[in-house]
Nanobody
Framework: QVQFVESGGGLVQAGGSLRVSCAASGFAFGFATMGWYRQAPGKQRELVAS???????NYADSTKDRFTISKDNDKRTLALQMNNLTPEDTAVYYCNTVPVVFSVRTWGQGTQVTVSS
């Protein structure tokens, strides 16, 4: 079955860096456009970065030039390197396809990223 397992979050001071990872299974990962989403308390989930099957990346304006997405089709993993973090980046980070094509039940548990000022 489709599964996403996120890891690597934590607590970091403003200006610091973190790398989060996602292991995906149960679908044709190599052919999928994949993305990182985040949800902050009281806010809607938003897409912050994506990468197509051809390796083309796109970023939200708020993360451009600070975040870098990478996709390893052989290992079926997705990663997000986050630099120069700010408190506004505090959220639970999830990976999924772009657009989301699977049941809402397939969302992973996410990984918490907390940035202190």
């Amino acid at each position: 079955q489709v599964q996403f397992v996120e890891s690597g979050g934590g607590l970091v001071q403003a200006g610091g860096s973190l790398r989060v990872s996602c292991a995906a299974s149960g679908f044709a990962f190599g052919f999928a456009t994949m993305g990182w989403y985040r949800q902050a308390p009281g806010k809607q989930r938003e897409l912050v970065a994506s990468m197509t099957r051809d390796g083309i990346s796109n970023y939200a304006d708020s993360t451009k030039d600070r975040f870098t997405i990478s996709k390893d089709n052989d290992k079926r993993t997705l990663a997000l390197q986050m630099n120069n973090l700010t408190p506004e980046d505090t959220a639970v980070y999830y990976c999924n396809t772009v657009p989301v094509v699977f049941s809402v039940r397939t969302w992973g548990q996410g990984t918490q990223v907390t940035v202190s000022s």
